[in-house]
């Protein structure tokens, strides 16, 4: 049953890779409770840390990457609105920065469906990579399994995925029963907070109609988020 809703969502993941838009689900309510900030007060953080073994840590400083990575992070040619797709290089030191801080390529998403969550969840035990771990957490999201995914990208936000806090993001605005437009914009308020200059283009397309109250609210929780799941580290994008 997992696999047929993968099937059903991939002509929506293919339209929203190609706008930077990377969703998990169909349109949800968009503003659904905007003041229940604390997530970990649906379920706790606790429980949700307790989830699976967590790979020992890879270097968040170190990048290592095959030559051929920036021609895997540029921008497809069929894709548009490349500028605010936070998953393409414009430069080598870029590609490899992507692939650090947990950024899966456009193909990769693209490719998603095309494999089971046990085959990323072995993936991401067996190499520890950030990126395994944020398509592992996808994979989970498609299923389902929202709750375990965000145990999940939380445990890679304080290793130094930022991605996963495009991820959370999405979560918060995508899914039925967690949705919160507050909450969302906070999460990527915290992936520029963390390094990425590119959440920035990403927020104002995304939460252009928030008023100055409610970005006042989110600049605050994305601190507070930054701070709890991200250990206030910050990676500067090349």
């Known amino acids: 049953m997992a696999a047929n809703?993968?099937?059903?969502?991939?002509?929506?993941?293919a339209l929203l890779v190609g706008t930077a838009c990377l969703y998990f689900f169909g349109r949800g309510t968009e503003r659904e409770n905007q003041n229940a900030f604390a997530p970990e007060k649906e379920f706790g953080q606790k429980k949700a840390a307790a989830l699976m073994p967590v790979?020992?840590?890879?270097?968040?400083?170190?990048?290592?990457?095959p030559s051929s990575v920036f021609q895997h992070c540029q921008c497809p040619s069929d894709t548009e609105d490349c500028e605010r797709n936070p998953n393409v290089a414009a430069t080598p030191e870029e590609a490899r920065w992507l692939l650090t801080h947990g950024y899966p390529t456009v193909k990769q998403i693209q490719d998603l469906r095309t494999r089971s969550t046990a085959d990323y969840r072995e993936e991401?035990?067996?190499?520890?990579?950030?990126?395994?771990?944020?398509?592992?957490a996808m994979s989970l999201a498609l299923?389902?399994?929202?709750?375990?995914?965000?145990?999940?990208?939380?445990?890679?936000?304080?290793?130094g995925n930022v991605y996963a806090f495009h991820l959370l993001s999405d979560l918060y605005r995508?899914?039925?029963?967690?949705?919160?437009?507050i909450t969302s914009a906070a999460y990527l308020r915290a992936a520029y907070l963390a390094?990425?200059?590119?959440?920035?283009?990403?927020?104002?397309?995304?939460?252009?109609?928030?008023?100055?109250?409610?970005?006042?609210?989110?600049?605050?929780?994305?601190?507070?988020?930054?701070?709890?799941?991200?250990?206030?580290?910050?990676?500067?994008?090349?």
């Not at 993968?6 to 002509?11: N, R, Y």
């Not at 995508?174 to 437009?181: D, M, S, V």
């Not at 006042?216 to 250990?231: H, M, N, P, S, V």
């Open 5 to 13: 809703r993968k099937i059903a969502a991939l002509a929506v993941t």
């Open 55 to 65: 790979p020992p840590a890879t270097s968040a400083t170190t990048p290592t990457a």
């Open 124 to 136: 991401y035990q067996r190499t520890g990579s950030k990126v395994a771990q944020s398509l592992y």
């Open 174 to 181: 995508r899914t039925e029963e967690l949705a919160n437009l």
């Open 195 to 238: 390094g990425d200059s590119r959440a920035a283009d990403r927020y104002a397309y995304q939460f252009g109609m928030l008023s100055p109250p409610e970005n006042l609210l989110a600049d605050k929780e994305a601190f507070r988020l930054f701070t709890t799941y991200g250990q206030g580290r910050n990676y500067p994008r090349p």
């Open 143 to 159: 299923d389902g399994e929202a709750r375990t995914a965000i145990g999940l990208l939380w445990q890679g936000a304080a290793q």
